[in-house]
């Protein structure tokens, strides 16, 4: 049994901020809704709404740890997964639920799908590419975050946090082997920075390519007795070229992540 959990709320436990108490947020309040209950507030992640006994504006870092490693730790099984893809799990699971985060890592790892960590999944987990489960598993979450209608209003945040995530997990998965040393973890990690920084530029260049096809498109549309399959086309090429676009963020995102990992080992 690994005890990873303090490395990892370190982690995550920066991206949950302080005490807040906006009157508009109904997850401040006790009752769950604006102006049902006691405004309270939310401090560490921790709201009102969910824990209205609390004395969230006084709590303290220990508290919430306590409450965290009940709430999500236990419920992806952080201690028996390996390390590197427990805190992968572990940090989806706080950001979207426990059961997504373990039917996502489920999909990823090929034991069925239910989203309860059992000993099945325990068992896959332990034998799959630990580096590749990672990251897949860090892919899907950012895929899932991107479908949210909130998604524009939250996309910076969300992408720097599953790529560090994913970077910091990758590190711990690697300096867990035995076989392993600070050197090789570095250059493990610097090799990732690399692939990531290749695939932004190369996404960079296929996302110009995308764009600026649709103008000629777009001219013709204006001679043809088919506007409107013209007109269409060029739409498409926009969108594609906006997907490749998120696409190039998303591995710059890695690329920087993966180099203050190797930074740091």
């Known amino acids: 049994m690994l005890n990873n959990f303090p490395a990892c709320w370190r982690i995550t436990s920066k991206y949950e901020g302080g005490y807040t108490a906006n009157k508009a947020d109904p997850g401040n309040w006790t009752g769950g809704k604006v ?23 006084n709590l303290t870092a220990a508290q919430a740890a306590t409450i965290y490693q009940r709430k999500y ?3 992806v099984r952080g201690d028996d997964l390996p390390a590197g893809l427990d805190l992968a799990t572990w940090d989806y699971g706080v950001n979207s639920g426990p059961a997504r985060a373990a039917r996502d890592l489920q999909a990823v790892i090929g034991a069925g799908v239910d989203g309860t960590i059992g000993n099945e999944t325990i068992a896959k987990a332990k034998a ?20 949210l209608a909130i998604w524009n209003t939250f996309k910076g945040g969300w992408s720097a946090r599953v790529a560090n995530v994913e970077a ?65 086309a060029a739409v498409a090429a926009v969108l594609v070229g906006g997907a490749i676009l998120i696409e190039r963020h998303k591995h710059a995102a890695r690329s920087a992540a993966y180099a203050e990992a190797a930074a740091n080992v």
């Not at 560490?44 to 709404?49: D, Q, T, V």
């Not at 300096?175 to 392993?180: G, L, R």
């Open 128 to 147: 799959v590419n630990g580096v590749k489960a990672i990251q897949g598993l860090c892919a899907k979450r950012l895929g899932f975050l991107r479908n």
């Open 73 to 75: 730790w236990d419920a």
């Open 35 to 57: 102006g049902v209950g006691e405004l309270k507030g939310t401090n560490m992640g921790i709201s009102a709404a969910a824990f209205p006994n609390l004395d969230i504006k």
């Open 168 to 232: 910091k997990a990758v590190a711990m998965f690697l300096a867990a082997s035995p076989y392993s040393t600070p050197e090789t973890v570095k250059a493990a990690l610097a090799k990732e920075a690399t692939d990531a920084r290749g695939k932004a530029v190369n996404t960079q260049s296929a996302a110009a390519t995308a764009a600026t096809s649709a103008i000629p498109v777009t001219a013709v549309a204006v001679q043809s007795s088919h506007v409107w399959y013209w007109v269409a």
